[in-house]
């Protein structure tokens, strides 16, 4: 499988273009085009076209159990014995290069290759209920590289005030983020509290407490990752629910990528070479390096001032001028077709990629 492009590649391209074109396009398209570079910069998400998701919860809540049960195989290993995951780690698309680079400069050295899922990569992420600063740190630190976290929380510990107090009510900012579940489930589903089923109380209950640690609607998901008896229960819909993030994240993905291609062709607009990447630009800058007239026009349309182009006009037969202003074009247009490239590339990558 070949490398994937991502997103983040695109806005490099896309930073890449807005410094080419400092001599060539108006500074008000530069501006947006930069604009939507740096906006790209700060999503809260990964940028690739796969979802990122991580499992955080207290020991033995059931994170690496749901891990596996996601992933419909043994990944993650999972003990009665606590506390057991003392390091992050990671189940991810192979051959996906950024993801894995950008796991490993998270501190995630422990990489499992998903082949199965390729656009799905699920974090089994330390317990939590220790040295809860430092955990918050750590999450708060993933949080602007991933796309979701999935809290697992379980029958005994679920109301467990450190872990709404200390934890999650600082990161309530997050929430777009943040899907709840509950796991055990078989554990509660056939006890009944005073005729009130179990399941039913505990699931309330998680919610209300949820809600007060200043979550909007909370809906914790109901889950057995793995039952004392019978096959993971509640699964489907979760993953489904990833499903749908992963399609609003390439629509997403789509928008953006629109919105490179464009501002790219911005830059190349006032300088002709916007009529589309590939040869024509070649040719076009071939013809006019003969042309100074058109040159001349061109630069003199820009109203650019600079160095180059001041030497353009006041003397239009000055050669090197001339090249120099040319190579700047050149130079543009390369990267402005590059984006191109990239653009038709990912676009295909993100209608081929389902789960
Ligand atoms: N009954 C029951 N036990 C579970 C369930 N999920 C996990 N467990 C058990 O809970 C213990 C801790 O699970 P683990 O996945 O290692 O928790 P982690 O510490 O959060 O990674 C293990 O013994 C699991 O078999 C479940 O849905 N039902
Ligand atoms: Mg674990």
Same mark, same amino acid.
């Given at each position: 499988?070949?490398?994937? @492009? ?34 790209? *910069? *700060? ?17 033995? $809540?059931?994170?690496? $159990? ?38 490993? $400069?998270?501190?995630? +050295?422990?990489?499992?290759?998903? +082949?199965?899922?390729? +656009? ?70 056939? &006890? ?31 889950? &057995? ?36 291609? &464009? ?10 070479? +916007? $009529? ?12 006019? @390096? ?61 209608? &081929?990629?389902?789960?």
């Amino acid at each position: 499988m070949s490398p994937m @492009a991502d997103l983040g590649e695109l806005v490099d391209l896309l930073d890449l273009a807005v410094a080419a074109a400092s001599g060539v396009s108006t500074p008000a398209d530069r501006e947006a085009a930069a604009t939507i570079a740096a906006a790209q *910069r *700060r999503r809260r998400d990964y940028l690739g076209s796969a979802i990122v998701v991580a499992i955080a919860g207290g020991t033995g $809540s059931g994170k690496s $159990s749901l891990l596996n049960a996601l992933a419909g195989e043994e990944i993650a290993s999972t003990s009665p014995i606590r506390p057991h995951t003392n390091e992050p780690m990671a189940w991810a698309p192979s051959g996906d290069d950024t993801m894995w680079a950008l796991l490993e $400069s998270m501190g995630i +050295s422990w990489i499992v290759d998903n +082949s199965s899922m390729s +656009s799905i990569a699920l974090l089994d992420l330390p317990d939590i209920d220790s040295i809860v600063d430092d955990h918050r740190a750590t999450v708060e630190e993933l949080l602007p590289h991933i796309d979701a976290v999935i809290w697992v929380f379980d029958p005994v510990k679920y109301s467990d005030p450190t872990m709404h107090d200390d934890f999650l009510a600082p990161l309530v900012g997050y929430e777009r983020q943040f899907l709840f579940a509950l796991n055990k489930a078989d554990l509660l589903e056939k &006890a009944d509290v005073l005729d009130i089923n179990a399941l039913d109380l505990v699931t309330e209950d998680l919610t209300k407490t949820l809600a007060n640690d200043g979550f909007t609607d909370p809906e914790p998901f109901v889950v &057995a990752a793995d039952p004392a008896s019978g096959p993971p229960t509640g699964i489907d819909e979760l993953r489904d629910a990833l499903d749908e993030r992963l399609a609003s994240k390439h629509a997403a993905a789509a928008k953006i990528i629109e919105d490179i291609g &464009a501002a790219a062709k911005l830059l190349g607009r006032e300088a002709g070479l +916007s $009529s589309g990447a590939g040869t024509g630009h070649a040719e076009q800058i071939a013809k006019s @390096a003969n042309n100074t007239a058109w040159v001349t026009r061109t630069l003199d349309g820009l109203d650019l001032g600079g160095p180059t182009t001041d030497r353009i006009l006041a003397d239009p037969t000055d050669r090197i001028a001339v090249a120099a202003a040319l190579t700047e074009r050149a130079e543009l247009a390369a990267v402005i077709a590059a984006i191109a490239v990239a653009c038709a590339e990912l676009s295909a990558q993100l209608e &081929a990629g389902t789960t």
